[in-house]
């Protein structure tokens, strides 16, 4: 019924750039949080940054703050996170992750992406 697609992983030599994108679609009648995690092999699945529907943005890893940055386009349902000066501990599995209100419903649901690989190069 939802859907979320990320797209923009690649591989990088570190000091790189990457944009990644996550668009939600199908039976969307709202979008609330929205954030996005990372998974490196042998690791726990980690929170990056979030976003708010208001615009409020919180980055949860110190490692990452002053390189990356999360936004998104309400009126499309896309989020973003701009990734600069990349490091090889950066490589990962990128999920997006969305609270989704269905069309004719009130309830609010968790979704996941199916995931982007992001692999930087010393």
């Known amino acids: 019924q939802v859907q979320l697609v990320e797209s923009g992983g690649g591989l990088v030599q570190a000091g790189g750039s990457l944009r990644l994108s996550c668009a939600a679609s199908?039976?969307?009648?709202?979008?609330?949080?929205m954030g996005w995690y990372r998974q490196a092999p042998g690791k726990r699945r980690e929170l990056v940054a979030a976003?708010?529907?208001?615009?409020?943005?919180?980055y949860a890893l110190d490692s990452v703050k002053g390189r990356f940055t999360i936004s998104r386009d309400n009126a499309k349902n896309i989020l973003y996170l701009q990734m600069n000066s990349l490091k090889p501990e950066d490589t990962a599995v990128y999920y997006c992750?969305?609270?989704?209100?269905?069309?004719?419903?009130?309830?609010?649901?968790?979704?996941w992406g199916q995931g982007t690989q992001v692999t930087v190069s010393s």
């Open positions: 976003s708010t529907s208001g615009g409020s943005t919180n």
């Open positions: 199908g039976s969307v009648f709202r979008v609330y949080d």
């Open positions: 992750t969305a609270g989704v209100s269905l069309r004719g419903s009130g309830i609010v649901s968790d979704y």
